[in-house]
């Protein structure tokens, strides 16, 4: 079953945390773009980079800004930043964060380390895919215990070692927020 997400919490989540922010990257963009035309149609006007590793992804409407690379990777994100003079990134995903740590399984500290040193918030929608996420089964490991939902913990225990607060604005969205001077790289 296809488990939706709340698009009234999106919708605040939206104007209260991406708006601020000169750039979006999102990582594992592949082909769908459903949420850059959403933060698009919804007001956003800043940079809009799509991080994927695979070159078949191909689609790119106009202002999305397609790089091929691992959206894991320090130098590969610094440069981003720095080629086009983003000062201030949110890094977002798309029913995508559950693949992109799966391939970072004995590395999840690298991923959790990269992303601290480059942002300082993080929007993941819909970081479990199809299987339904709740603050309840996200915060409580005797909740649920599956493989996407052990990495998407360990991902997050790695985040909280670092200073990132964590929240759940809506059914199938995730936020985190650094702690400003206080995380541990």
């Not at 479990?128 to 991902?155: D, K, V, W, Y």
Request: glycine share 8%.
């Amino acid at each position: 079953m296809y488990h939706r997400f709340s698009y009234e919490a999106l919708a605040r989540v939206t104007k209260a945390e991406v708006f601020q922010h000169d750039a979006v990257i999102e990582g594992g963009i592949g082909n769908n773009v459903a949420r850059y035309l959403y933060f698009r149609d919804h007001g956003y006007t800043g940079l809009y980079v799509g991080v994927d590793p695979d070159p078949k992804s191909m689609t790119s409407p106009d202002g999305l800004i397609r790089e091929y690379a691992d959206c894991f990777e320090l130098d590969r994100l610094q440069h981003l930043c720095s080629r086009y003079g983003i000062a201030n990134p949110i890094f977002v995903t798309n029913s995508a964060l559950y693949l992109l740590i799966a391939g970072y399984e004995n590395r999840i500290a690298d991923a959790a380390k990269a992303l601290t040193r480059v942002f300082r918030k993080q929007l993941h929608i819909r970081p479990a895919g199809n299987l339904p996420l709740t603050a309840s089964r996200l915060f409580h490991s005797e909740a649920t215990n599956c493989g996407e939902f052990n990495r998407i913990r360990r991902f997050l225990e790695e985040s909280l070692k670092r200073g990132w607060n964590q929240s759940a604005p809506g059914k199938n969205l995730l936020l985190l927020k650094r702690n400003e001077g206080v995380y541990n790289i």
